[in-house]
């Protein structure tokens, strides 16, 4: 398979506060990480809060800066330091779908202005009814009806407004889609809804995409291949099976474990592998492995340096013991 | 749980409504439940099901535009129409509620002493030394490290998770007979998650609590909850017992939420989904809110809808066939 995206410790940090007799303090979001993307894969990021899987999304974007490092998109165009102009020409092809889909959406806006925003800034000469075609053919797609096209935001429930969301996204054609928790805000019956349109469109479009979600069921039920951050560094990168199947780092474990199941006979037997504490701050990480702090298996080498990613059974695993 | 006992709450034909610009809105509609003592009811239902709207009725908390109707009996007492007076002495002593997001419920201007000492000096007339001493007791119990230092710092210097911890200690101070907890997870990652759960359960084993617990997951209801209460546009559609509601869920809209949720158990091709939109409570049909949605709808569901006993302590609002 063609790799679309290749990230080479790849690093976001922030910088916060400082003055003049005040050191400067350092968010390590993304400390350092590699992983490729293939065409047409769906690669799921998983992490709890703070786990720096949407500055990792934005920076992917150009929503935030990389620090340093190197992400290769389409093996020509290296993020890190592509230029406006050279953003434009990955915007055509990797687009972004927001978690909160009414605060996405500028509520003076009517659907048909929203949808066609990327089309008009990206391709200016495209005359204006060759953009509204296009706009009506992409609403289509998205399961939306053309008298809708003049409505605003506001006219919409939270699973229409993600819809327009997607439309907006996919009125480029792009190759890529980047969603960050992007069916998250939804409920129950509305969240199938908008995941099995992600699959169709996905299917029918050859979409690649990059789904960040902390809901590891979706993620499992979506996802070729998983992601596990912990604190901005990668854990365990493998597939699905692998992942859910034949678990090896302690994170991943806890983290599955963790997941209420729809099952009272299955929850009131299974066994919780509980975590201790919170997540440390990423202003000051551990100096050994990341997850040291809160990990059951921990011992001296674990607190002294960090461990090296290898791979195991067909995962990737940061982790000494696995 | 013993039945024989009169409920500790008990909801009957609860409606709540809201006069807005475009007309009357129905929250809650007829809704009757009764909670038992030392035993957690969880109620689920998706955003405009009511399940917020039915707690902020029992505690009094409306907002100005909102009307209560039926009755809510709490330990014998009628909390329905009862002064504001007589209400804040319940509220926080007998009756304590925690919300889904802790630094919103927290006064971010107070250091946590302050805050805890405040519940026990209104509420149990303690003088401020007893009452921090206890304060800490509390925190120490929902295991916050080092609680004797940490009660002197501010809401802000807690994460997330400790943060709810605090609101846990907080409402239990007063060592309420019911304890009504509104997502209180539902911000949280699921690590810290299982953490407060647990807690909770231990928390409620401990302390002989009823715990109200609203949320729209329904494998936190797995978890956590004895009996669940499945709303939807203010309707109460089926109660029953855990066991019999994910083995056998009668009501149609109860099986078709379950069957759209992905399950990390076992994997399916493509979701189930439940077409349509949630309701808009300004315009539900006649009948049955979930008619227009719902798979197994007939002529009878725009009439009266009783409620039909279907097992022991299993009930359901619908007009389906169940095969026994």
Redesign the interface.
């Given at each position: 398979m063609k790799k679309i995206l290749e990230v080479k410790n790849l690093k976001v940090h922030f910088e916060l506060g400082g003055g003049m007799f005040k050191a400067k303090r350092v968010v390590h979001a993304v400390d350092g990480i590699d992983f490729d993307v293939f065409e047409g894969e769906t690669l799921g990021i998983v992490g709890?809060?703070g786990c720096g899987k949407s500055s990792l999304a934005r920076a992917l974007c150009g929503l935030n800066k990389i620090t340093s490092g190197s992400a290769l998109f389409a093996g020509k165009i290296d993020l890190a330091k592509a230029s406006s102009k050279e953003w434009n020409e990955v915007h055509k092809q990797m687009q972004f779908i927001f978690q909160d889909p009414v605060a996405a959406l500028d509520p003076r806006m009517t659907v048909a202005e929203i949808i066609s925003e990327p089309l008009i800034t990206l391709y200016p000469d495209m005359k204006k009814d060759q953009v509204l075609q296009k706009v009506l053919a992409t609403m289509k797609l998205v399961g939306l009806t053309q008298n809708q096209v003049n409505r605003y935001p506001q006219e919409f429930?939270?699973?229409?407004c993600q819809r327009i969301g997607i439309a907006r996204a996919l009125i480029l054609e792009p190759k890529i889609l980047i969603c960050d928790e992007s069916v998250s805000a939804l409920?129950?019956?509305?969240?199938?809804?908008i995941?099995?349109l992600l699959?169709e469109l996905q299917q029918q479009l050859k979409l690649t995409i990059l789904f960040i979600s902390?809901d590891?069921?979706?993620v499992?039920?979506?996802c070729n291949r998983i992601l596990v951050m912990y604190l901005g560094n990668i854990m365990e990168l493998g597939n699905k099976q692998a992942i859910?199947s034949n678990t090896l780092h302690p994170y991943t474990k806890?983290?599955?474990?963790?997941?209420?199941?729809?099952?009272?006979?299955?929850?009131k037997t299974k066994q919780?592998q509980?975590?201790e504490g919170?997540?440390p701050s990423p202003v000051n990480p551990p100096k050994g492995c990341v997850f040291s702090t809160r990990c059951p298996q921990a011992d001296d080498v674990c607190r002294a340096s960090r461990p090296k990613g290898k791979i195991i059974q067909e995962h990737f695993v940061t982790c000494f013991k696995a | 749980m013993d039945n024989k006992k009169p409920p500790l709450l008990e909801a009957r034909d609860l409606v709540v409504e809201f006069k807005v610009q475009d007309g009357l809105v129905r929250a809650v509609n007829g809704l009757s439940f009764k909670v038992y003592d030392s035993e957690i009811i969880g109620i689920v239902g998706?955003?405009g099901s009511g399940k917020s709207q039915t707690m902020l009725a029992l505690m009094g908390l409306l907002a100005g535009n909102g009307k209560v109707k039926g009755s809510v009996k709490f330990n014998g007492q009628e909390l329905v129409g009862m002064s504001t007076g007589k209400l804040n002495k319940l509220r926080g002593d007998q009756i304590a509620m925690i919300f889904q997001d802790p630094m919103t419920s927290l006064n971010p201007y107070l250091k946590i002493s302050s805050q805890m000492t405040e519940v026990l000096m209104l509420h149990k007339n303690m003088p401020y030394k007893q009452a921090l001493d206890e304060a800490i007791r509390m925190l120490d119990k929902v295991k916050i490290p080092d609680a004797k230092n940490r009660i002197h710092l501010y809401p802000h210097e807690f994460?997330?998770?400790?943060r709810q911890r605090v609101m846990i200690a907080m409402s239990l101070l007063t060592k309420p007979k019911l304890l009504i907890a509104d997502e209180p997870t539902t911000a949280l990652?699921?690590?810290?998650?299982?953490?407060i759960?647990?807690l909770l359960k231990e928390l409620k084993q401990e302390m002989n609590m009823s715990i109200i617990f609203i949320t729209?997951?329904?494998?936190?209801?797995?978890?956590i909850c004895d009996r669940v209460n499945v709303m939807y546009g203010g309707w109460l559609m089926e109660t029953a017992t855990?066991?019999q509601v994910?083995a056998t869920p009668y009501h149609p809209y109860t099986s078709?939420?379950?069957e759209?949720?992905?399950?990390?158990?076992h994997?399916?091709d493509?979701?189930?989904?439940?077409?349509g939109?949630?309701p808009n409570l300004l315009h539900l049909p006649q009948g049955c809110p979930f008619q227009p949605?719902c798979s197994k709808v007939s002529p009878a569901c725009s009439g009266q809808i009783p409620l039909r006993k279907i097992a022991p302590r299993h009930v359901m609002k619908c007009t389906v066939e169940v095969a026994q």
């Open positions: 709890e809060s429930s939270g699973g229409q409920d129950v019956s509305i969240k199938a809804q995941i099995n699959q902390h590891l069921g979706v499992k039920h979506i859910y806890a983290l599955l474990s963790a997941v209420p199941v729809a099952n009272p006979t299955l929850e919780i509980l975590l919170d997540l | 998706e955003s994460s997330g998770g400790m990652d699921v690590t810290v998650q299982a953490q759960l647990e729209h997951d329904m494998g936190v209801v797995a978890n855990i066991e994910f078709a939420l379950l759209t949720i992905p399950n990390i158990e994997d399916v493509k979701l189930k989904t439940i077409p939109e949630p949605r």
